[in-house]
């Protein structure tokens, strides 16, 4: 069991102050102290009012833990197995894109803090940091990769052979976002880092992306530009086109951002292995239903066929264990670990997972529960 609970005391006794906020939800606004504000926008917003980003945060307070007496947690157990992933705790750190707006390191400072604290990292298409470079970063680790599934065919096939070939072992397809959202925050500052390349990066160093360009990327890097615009999603993709996929990816495939039991069983019946319970962190559809108010119809419905993973308003250990108790297998993280970077790079990402593990691991253990068996949803109550 870690305790990174008694480190931060103990050094207290030498006057040594965390240098890093202890409350996960403080993350944010100790961030934005240190951020950019244009770079603090594109992290912190939302699809149109934020209607969405502020309903997956209320929709965990709904939910209230009822806390066992008198169970044996002295010698507890959180380590499960998810498509291979072994995960000590159940979560994975969600990909976010540009990384290198938020700290020069970006994506690979990400991959060295995941890998040694035995978290698995799904990296996104969007990197600033391209995937070679990222795997190296990451080591041993366990890294999975997620596409955002571009017009060009060739592209998309590369893409992946990339990723296998850099050992990611677990595709993650995002089906929400085949083309960006109305997001204000960003409008308003007339700020898009991709149209200043970054976060572009694996386009940029991609073999078929630079064969479809007149004139190498360093000669004419507005014409790469322009090609990623158009490249970048497919609105014509169907439930059809998952073959494709399967084509071009051996290994387990998980699409993100489903949000309906019936969408979930169209993935289940087509064989996939694993669907994660998402909307984009309300990035994506303002008033659209919290994710975690979806999570337990689409548990119930094809949990029993295959891997549920939850993202969409982690915020500390009591939301994780909500999460698992309404159904997820395991949960992703994504704006605390990047408030991390934002604050101390490589240190502040490893302090956001080592705090995120033990006081999930306190919260289940005070709440009396020993193992991940143990959480159910009578676990909770729903509040009136």
Known sequence: METYQDEIYLNGLSWAVPPFPADLSALEQAARRVMTPRSFDYVAG?????????????????????PRMLTDVSTPSYSTTVLGANLTVPFLLAPVGVLAIVHADGESAVARAAAAAGVPMVLSTAASTPIEQVAAANGDGQRWFQLYWPKDRDFAASLMGRAAAAGFRVLVVTLDTRTLAWRPRDLDRGHLPFLHGIGIQNYLTDPAFQAALAAPVDVDPGAAILRYTQVFGDLSLTWDDLPFVREHWKGPVVLKGILSASDAARAADAGIEGIIVSNHGGRQVDGAIAALDALPEVAQ????????????????????????????????????????????????????????????????????????????????????
């Open 46 to 66: 939302g699809a149109g009012s934020g209607d969405t980003v502020r309903e997956n945060l209320e929709a965990f307070r709904r939910w209230r833990i009822v």
């Open 301 to 384: 419905a094809v949990g029993a066929r295959m891997s549920v993973l939850f993202d969409s308003g982690i915020r500390g250990g009591a939301d994780m264990l909500k999460a698992l108790a309404l159904g997820a297998q395991a949960v992703l993280i994504g704006r605390p670990y990047v408030y991390g970077l934002g604050l101390g790079g490589e240190a502040g990402v490893r302090h956001v997972l080592r705090a995120l593990r033990n006081d999930f691991e306190l919260t289940m253990r005070l709440a009396g529960l020993a193992t991940l068996s143990d959480l159910r949803s009578d676990c909770l109550v729903r509040r009136p």
